[in-house]
């Protein structure tokens, strides 16, 4: 089915729309609510967010699979569930009812109460996440940990150009946008020479990453290849992975990262669809050795998206710390699906795949303040003159991320969370 939304010649009736990041030709979808709407299904269009549930109880979603109920849920998943060419009828269809060339919409009274602006409602978590899988997939980011940690000439592991290695999250902490982290506490050991101790963290840390949403997949038993597997991813998000990276430290050997991670991850609450990101696509770095068959992969796989971060303290302006590209990722989101998936393991709609930490091949670009301030050699200076080696209590990281291309810009929105003093 053609993508007749991606159209870059296309141009909206809502004022305003064509110049935000959020044009007709994103359409992202989130969980909106305010104190006289339940939490529903809502696309993102400029300022404002059109509420599916009301266009479907109009019946403009009649000839297509999905009916009011789909829209009327605390979470995107029952709507999701019709599948992929399910979705793209919907944002197809949504995309011609907010055209410019739609004037019998644009003129319907029900758009009037149908398209509320940002300002007047409130997001939630726009997913219910059955399960979560963090990747580590940034050969630039898994080599600057391993010569700040291990050796520098063999900074990667043996596998690590082999698989996409990966560890299963804690999806009941996944949290969205706007809401604040508390400083987790937990074994941390300031001296290789003592016995640990049981503190507040004293190093927390962001990690830049992108997520992806799934649809349901293959029965328990089947594998989804490179070339069927965006077939089964839904949409993006900004996301947040937050990390304590001194019970990380201790820890994270033999088993790997557990109270360092399970404390929060931050995800952006509008999910822009895989299908809206498809003029961004881009070749995937060059892969040394050759991979294993099963996650070779024909075409271009990774996505052009330009991300930043930024630390805001109270009462100050923010920082930007770091300006990085989801098109540096060594293994792309479709082998990722394909190594998650080759020993029969299955996914549900709605899991949560995490790409690893983003970081570039210069400081600039770097993903965590670990690298960033290089171990906490290299402090960041912050606009009211203090420094930062790592999150401090009460700062705000923001995270955003934009595609653009022929005049057209497709955004995320923001990841924005506080942290909070440890209680």
Known sequence: ???????????TWVSGADQTEFPIQNLPFGIFYNASITKRVGVRIGDFV?????????????????????FDQPFLNPMMQHGKMAMRALRNRLSDLLSDSNESFQHHTLHHSALIPVEAIQMALPVQIGDYTDFYSSKEHATNVGVMFRDPANALLPNWLWIPVGYHGRASSVIPSEQSVVRPKGQIKPDDNSDPIFAPSRQVDFELEMGFITFDGKALGQSISTAEAEDYIFGLCLFNDWSARDIQKWEYVPLGPFLAKNFASSMSCWIVTLDALQPFCCPTPEQQPEV????RFDGNKSYDIALEVAIEA????????????????????????AHHT??????????????????????DSYGSMLEIAWKGTKPVQMPDGTERRFIQDNDTVIMRGVCEKNGIKIGFGEVRSKLLAAL
């Open 1 to 11: 089915m053609e993508i007749t939304a991606n159209n870059p010649a296309l141009r």
């Open 342 to 363: 080759i020993n029969g393991c299955n996914i549900r709609c709605g899991d949560l795949m995490g790409s690893g930490t983003i970081s570039g091949p210069t400081p």
């Open 50 to 70: 059109l509420d599916l549930f009301q266009l479907a109880s109009f019946g403009y979603f009649e000839d297509l699979e999905f009916g009011p109920q789909d």
């Open 314 to 337: 109270m009462n100050q302006p923010e920082k930007i710390v770091s300006q990085s590209n989801f098109r540096y990722m060594y293994w792309n989101m479709s082998q990722q699906l």
């Open 292 to 295: 294993l068959e099963y996650l």
